[in-house]
């Protein structure tokens, strides 16, 4: 193995082993048994295979068939027998290992393929199995919840989300060290400071940032942070200089005002 090649145990080459598909019900019970092992019953029986051969018809295309009945089943209505349907043209395949400790080898040649559905004596178990995974997919998990004297705050549109196309497709900018006065001041949450713009963007339609800066008491680089996603800034024309509220939050205020 120092020379980077892998050693393949090729002991087991010409078994012939079986492939079949199984349902997830069955897989699972496979699983919790082997789970269960232990030194007193290292490999224990997990199910049983039932060869029917019709006498009459030695050669017919369904004088041979296959059963299959597990040897211990979850409660409820968990199928027990099983019909297994044999292919008899599929490509040609061989099985792997790996332990462990990291060995391969070869495990054998599959020699016939299954499907497995559950058997016609267990059709209504296996129906009601159905309906029991249907009927719990249909519940629901969220509930609704009625908020009193909200006055509409979790109504409003969040920033960023109106009409689900993002407002602002800029990354945000780290953060860098406050200076000055801002050192004093502590970030309110950001839902309450958005509140508190929006109730002073009713008081009037346009503000400089060092006018929200003392109106809010927040820190400059974090209020500009939220103006970013609410408000648009004003670059030239009479309220250059200035603030003021995106039209889908401005139209959301004034809908609010007249409500």
């Not at 082997?34 to 039932?50: E, F, G, I, M």
């Amino acid at each position: 193995m120092d020379d980077g090649r892998i050693v393949l145990e090729t002991g087991r080459a010409e078994r012939s082993v079986w492939l079949m598909k199984c349902p997830p019900v069955v897989s699972r019970s496979w699983q919790s048994s082997s789970a269960s092992a232990d030194s007193s019953n290292p490999n224990p029986v997990v199910a049983k295979v039932v060869l029917s051969l019709d006498p009459l018809r030695p050669d017919g295309p369904s004088s041979l068939q296959f059963k299959m009945e597990m040897a211990q089943t979850d409660s409820g209505n968990t199928p027990k027998s099983y019909t297994l349907n044999m292919f008899k043209d599929f490509v040609p395949m061989c099985v792997f290992s790996e332990s462990n400790q990291g060995k391969f080898s070869l495990e054998g040649k599959v020699e016939h393929k299954f499907d497995m559905e559950p058997h016609s004596e267990n059709f209504g178990d296996y129906g009601k199995l159905c309906r029991e995974r249907t009927n719990k997919a249909m519940i629901k998990t969220r509930q609704v919840q009625v908020i009193d004297n909200d006055h509409g705050v979790l109504m409003r549109p969040m920033p960023g989300m109106v009409g689900l196309v993002p407002s602002g497709s800029k990354d945000k900018k780290k953060l860098t060290p406050t200076k000055g006065s801002d050192a004093k001041r502590t970030r309110r949450d950001r839902r309450e400071l958005e509140n508190i713009i929006f109730k002073l963007f009713e008081r009037q339609p346009n503000w400089a940032l060092k006018q929200l800066v003392q109106e809010t008491d927040q820190p400059e680089q974090f209020l500009k942070e939220i103006l970013n996603d609410l408000c648009v800034y004003n670059k030239r024309g009479p309220n250059q200089g200035t603030h003021e509220l995106k039209p889908e939050y401005k139209k959301f205020s004034e809908e609010m005002d007249n409500a």
